[in-house]
């Protein structure tokens, strides 16, 4: 088998799903010639020819508009949205159409289009390239929201997305395109060809939608978390010493919740961890869940540990970012308590 | 930073205002129509740059005696022109009964397309039978002309136990995949990208459909009519951007929208895209119009903008009420008259129709909707019949989800 | 003191702020001859000039754009979205622009707007003149959202709002606008002027952003509500013979929570309510909030109760609409625990 | 719906394409420049209908000898021009150290403006100190031409102690209030109509300061293109909307925007708004097209939408490297040349000025700037030096909120 980077594989989803269904293609800002601005459509334009992975103007609204219109056609347009700060031109076309074709035409006209796009900080981004939106989707029916973590999970994930018959937001952690990353930001880069996760088949697979992934088991406390965050909270787990469950969530929407269940069953203790901005952030529908399905097993307040109220700033890269620190910290109170 | 102090004029904020208000005497005489006849015909194969004079004008074959003349004249016989006219009329009388419907309570909302039926009506002679249309709420005429049964509009209309839709949707933004009417958007303007996008996807597979949208003259401002224009030039898409300019959008004229500085069809010019300017009430006009454009996205050039000059007779839907912002007698006194009415006189001067013909077909015209009428009554009208309440969670996805499962057990149903 | 519907107290807002402020100007869709689809901008352009209540172009974005071009130069402007499902194209806009010219300009610059819609169910207006957006605005770093409940909160929250020197989405229940309602559609409409809260002083006042309002004492259960959803929580309170303490929240962001946390601490139990979608809601973050700051307190799992993860469905408003019934259901949960 | 089997030819999609990849030739030959001094200057008072011809010609007053010709000529005296010269020269000075500091780490993100430092340079001599500009990230030259302190530009940059921005912005998204400078977003487009209702604000208030806005050739498939032209157009706002089109959006070439169909000037025509097309490399006739639109705006015949035609010269931003999608020396044979060559030949034919001035000129601003980097880095480049952290928590809102409070303790800040 392979290894490849984040990127290589997102590649490889693409590449193949091309290669089996003539009614996929690629379309987005600086997709084609050039391969796209992380290089993850790289090569499409020259393997499959010009009508097949193409640039778009500067109009992300309008990318996900024809991308809809294409989709009542029969194609499955993968759009790539160069970066998820930039999604919300698109917004509109998203909730308002995307998400109610298959509802408001009584099932008569659906909507099989796969948005990817790259979110997430630690890459020094600023306020226009860090952000992480996903509960902005998360709120919306008729939408999926996908968000892996790994490079098989990737191409796994991706193929379903594209698979699937309804519209996904299919969210890649930018910082994870060329490694994974737990927060230290002070140690060496760590290459995934070094990650178990890094191994990923050449041919088609499928990790299914709306299952989570228990990634460390452990009987003290679930940590629920997605994207870059597991890495982190994996990273926080080993420092803390505290025996952990992390739980990779890979779908948002439907969240898996009967593995949050269970988890949060056996450990008594929840901490949740997503980068995005606290107030309503998707780690409060988590703690919600929790919350309601497993009260009376709940030992400790649940803990959310999230990026702050505020625009990513700058300058504070490691200030802001929730790195190990702040989740041990969590991890600590919950379990004094 | 302080103002400095200097010599200039003091600006000030331009509002567009209408000519005249509620109470003003109508004058429509500085409006600009040239006469029937008189727009020229490019080929097919213009050049957009060689044809930008047809933004401006106005493409009229039938003039003030019913005659079809001019180089647009699309030379139809009365058999075709009899069924547009059969669908016109079928779309008025359809219109009256379900806005009489919904003052009676029968349903929530409606909206009447009165006065613009050609602009449906005419198209949809021209266009192939799986061409996709993706309309306003205002194509109704569409519908009906390519031969979706008018009980089930009304069951739609009625959200009862036949709603094809479900219970969904409100009244009126019907869906209907075979019959290439797109689902009605309540939200404006979004129909006109996905129209590009379809056309792409068309094109893309080597088929040889096209698309056709439409858009309100309010509506050029949304985003998607932007977006619409850019991909369709940068592309080719083989497309139709009609723009409906009905000279309202709700209680805002079309200068709101852009209206009083130049055409809404010039802003094809802008794009490269050729532009054609029709007069929306001349059943012969739009059909010559749309076969021209027709004719030119199937032959791989791409997209034409139509703007189509008709008038909203009625109010924007039975929720307004026109009178509080324009004069009452505005839209008797519009100056391109009936699209009806100017197809009759066409067919009478031809000596392919009569006065008594029409009050036959009329009469014909309205049992048939009084019988539908009755019909998807006899279901129930809305909140008397509805299709089931499960179909609340059903269509969100493909499949229902935990979330869906659930909460219909917590409902009950 | 006059007697106010909801509508004519807040064009009584609008009214007193043109009046003391040349700064101040409204601006939307049909709001100036016509005066506003709803008329709640009736008569003042007449008063006070084309200039200074005017109709825009149908663009959203553009509405926006421009009033926070117009905030930039030291106007005030008070933008009206026709309805808040028409509000998703200036999304872009209110997050990526009003929310961050502060931030981003390290202070320079500032985006004294007000941007008031229409939002909400019950008048059969199906999925696109129903929907409930709040979240996908607390989310939102930078921006305050605000939701008036009667006539007397609704004139001073928007007088507040527009002295506001920050952006504020200002969402109007729009089933209140000529009566409250309890969710008893089944029962003839009452009209404001039998409401105590349709006492509103003609002049200018204030209801400050941020605090909320117990509208009902009780000892049992804390039951947040906002919008027409205070009407239907304390007609299930009455209903239920549950001793329930109803706290209309008026502004979501920034939340009271000094006045969440005594109250459910008092209670021990409680019950959240709101018309949008589940998943993702701003019932999440109160219940996030709530198990956060009284977790030692809670004799019972949270309860949420909230419109279903569907689309609005024109043809059940009221199987869909969340009524007394789903309250009172919630409420004896939360009780038999 | 099934496909009917039709005699009709199968469409195919266009996908537009550049005329040269790396390793093709560079051919410029077929673009359609007319000689300078050719472009008629039509009165400002001039109806936009009557100046359609303007939007796809090429105002140019530098010939090829560096002489001023033609009716756009702004008879600009020597010291003006120097002054132009100066600015663009710091300009491309502060952009070359700058970019190497980004390589040597000093901060995360750099971008150019070369070969398009006359528009923004050009364009500051027009406006006056109180109109309000609102760029894109390549108008440095604006900021350093009125007089902003390029050291403070530095300590942006480097995200520093002294960084007036507080830490908050990526480098170079500047904001400079009391230099009519507006913040630069991330976001591509947002500022257009942002500079249209500021213009709306200041004719509202019945002042006379004017705004200038600035829109890449890839953005104007935005949909703030569309609002700011449609919201100009129909409140006459008192803006210049200026395209900047350098032929590239990241690897797009500007037919990928539409602007193989036709010039982005061209937009203009569909809103009822005057258009000019400029050599954007010439600063007299960017300096001539520019006064001829400020004195339409503050005369309250609205806007003006501006097309400077330039070339980027540089990579994107420090993150691209434009080798691999465009040959590496197509930015060599731009046949417009560069703008600071040509300002230099043409004061020389003047005899305002000579080789010796331009590199005592050269040396002087490359100490200016060597000084101003030294000043800014003994401060310190980014993650050395850092303005206090409670900044994170502030300007959210005029005052924290309680969560901001809270969150400052937790951090520990
Ligand atoms: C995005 C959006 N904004 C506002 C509305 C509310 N609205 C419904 S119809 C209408 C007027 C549309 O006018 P026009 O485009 O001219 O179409 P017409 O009704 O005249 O056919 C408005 C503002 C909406 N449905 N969608
Ligand atoms: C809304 C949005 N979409 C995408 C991007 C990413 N992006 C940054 S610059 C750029 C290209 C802009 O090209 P152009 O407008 O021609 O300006 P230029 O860089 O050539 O000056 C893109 C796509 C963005 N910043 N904002
Ligand atoms: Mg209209
Ligand atoms: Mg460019």
């Given at each position: 088998m392979a290894t490849m980077t984040m990127i290589q594989a997102l590649n490889s989803a693409m590449d193949v799903m091309m290669e089996r269904d003539p009614n996929v293609l690629v379309m987005g800002e600086d997709v084609g010639y050039f391969g796209g601005v992380f290089r993850v459509t790289e090569g499409l334009q020259k393997k499959y020819g010009l009508t097949r992975c193409f640039d778009t103007p500067i109009a992300e609204g309008g990318i996900v508009a024809t991308a809809i219109g294409m989709g009542a056609y029969g194609i499955r347009p993968v759009v790539?949205?160069?970066?998820?700060?930039?999604?919300f031109p698109a917004y509109d076309q998203l909730v308002s159409e995307a998400a109610r074709i298959r509802y408001r035409s009584g099932g008569e006209f659906w909507c099989p289009i796969t948005v990817r796009s790259p979110y997430g900080g630690g890459i020094f981004g600023g306020q226009t390239h860090s952000q992480s939106p996903e509960a902005i989707f998360a709120h919306v029916s008729g939408l999926k929201t996908v968000i892996p973590s790994n490079p098989y999970d990737a191409k796994g994930l991706l193929i379903a997305s594209i698979e699937d018959d309804d519209p996904v937001i299919f969210l890649e952690p930018k910082r994870l395109y060329n490694g994974p990353f737990n927060g230290h930001h002070e140690e060496a880069v760590v290459p995934w060809s070094q990650h178990p996760m890094s191994e990923v088949p050449e041919d088609h697979y499928v990790v299914p939608l709306g299952k989570a992934k228990i990634v460390r088991e452990g009987g003290d406390v679930t940590v629920l978390a997605y994207g870059t965050m597991v890495h982190v909270a994996l990273a926080a787990v080993a420092e803390s010493g505290i025996d952990g469950e992390v739980i990779d969530l890979r779908t948002i929407v439907p969240v898996d919740i009967e593995a949050i269940v269970a988890s949060v069953k056996k450990t008594g203790r929840c901490v949740i961890v997503h980068e995005a901005t606290r107030t309503a952030g998707f780690g409060a529908e988590l703690s919600a869940l929790v919350q309601e399905n497993c009260f009376y097993h709940l030992e400790a307040p649940i803990e959310r540990v999230t990026g702050y109220d505020t625009p990513y700033p700058h300058a504070f890269e490691w200030e802001y970012f929730v790195g190990p620190a702040r989740v041990i910290a969590a991890l600590e109170r919950v379990m004094e308590d | 930073m302080g103002h400095m102090i200097r010599n200039e004029p003091s600006l000030s904020l331009h509002i567009p205002q209408p000519k005249c208000r509620p109470g003003d005497r109508v004058d429509f005489s500085t409006l600009d129509l040239p006469a029937a006849g008189e727009a020229r015909r490019p080929d097919v194969d213009t050049h957009p740059d060689e044809m930008h004079d047809m933004a401006y004008g106005l493409i009229r074959v039938l003039d003030d005696e019913g005659r079809a003349v001019g180089p647009w004249d699309p030379k139809l016989d009365g058999q075709t022109l009899r069924k547009g006219l059969r669908n016109m009329l079928l779309t008025r009388i359809f219109d009256d009964r379900m806005y009489r419907a919904q003052r009676q309570g029968k349903t929530s909302f409606y909206m009447k397309c009165t006065g613009e039926e050609a602009i449906s009506c005419a198209q949809s002679l021209v266009l192939h039978h799986d061409d996709m249309c993706f309309p306003t709420y205002r194509q109704q005429g569409m519908l009906i002309s390519r031969g979706y049964p008018i009980v089930d509009m009304m069951n739609q209309i009625y959200n009862n136990a036949r709603d094809p839709l479900k219970g969904h949707q409100l009244p009126i933004l019907y869906s209907a995949r075979d019959y290439g009417f797109f689902t009605i958007s309540g939200n404006l303007g979004t129909q006109f990208p996905q129209a590009v996008g379809w056309a792409m996807a068309s094109a893309y597979k080597g088929d040889s459909r096209i698309a056709s949208a439409y858009i309100g003259d309010g509506s050029t401002a949304t985003m998607d009519f932007h977006h619409a224009l850019t991909f369709a030039a940068v592309y080719r898409a083989p497309v139709l951007l009609n723009i409906v300019n009905n000279q309202w959008a709700i209680s805002s004229f079309q200068g709101i929208a852009g209206g009083e500085a130049t055409t809404f069809a010039a802003r094809a010019i802008g794009y490269g895209l050729p532009a054609l300017r029709v007069d929306g009430n001349d059943f012969l006009a739009v059909h010559a119009a749309t076969e021209w454009a027709a004719e030119r996205a199937r032959s791989n050039r791409g997209a034409t903008v139509i703007e189509f000059y008709t008038y909203r007779v009625a109010g924007h839907s039975t929720s307004d009420d026109p009178s509080k912002y324009r004069p009452a007698d505005e839209a008797e006194k519009w100056p391109l008259g009936d699209p009806i009415e100017r197809l009759k006189q066409h067919l009478i001067v031809r000596g392919e129709w009569s006065q008594e013909d029409h009050q036959a077909l009329e009469a014909e015209l309205d049992a048939e909707v009084r019988a539908a009428a009755k019909e998807a009554e006899s279901i129930g009208t809305l909140g008397k019949s509805m299709p089931s309440p499960k179909a609340i969670f059903e269509h969100v996805f493909k499949e229902p989800d935990w979330r869906h499962i659930r909460q219909r057990q917590e409902a009950g149903i």
């Open positions: 790539e949205i160069q970066f998820a700060d930039y999604i | -």
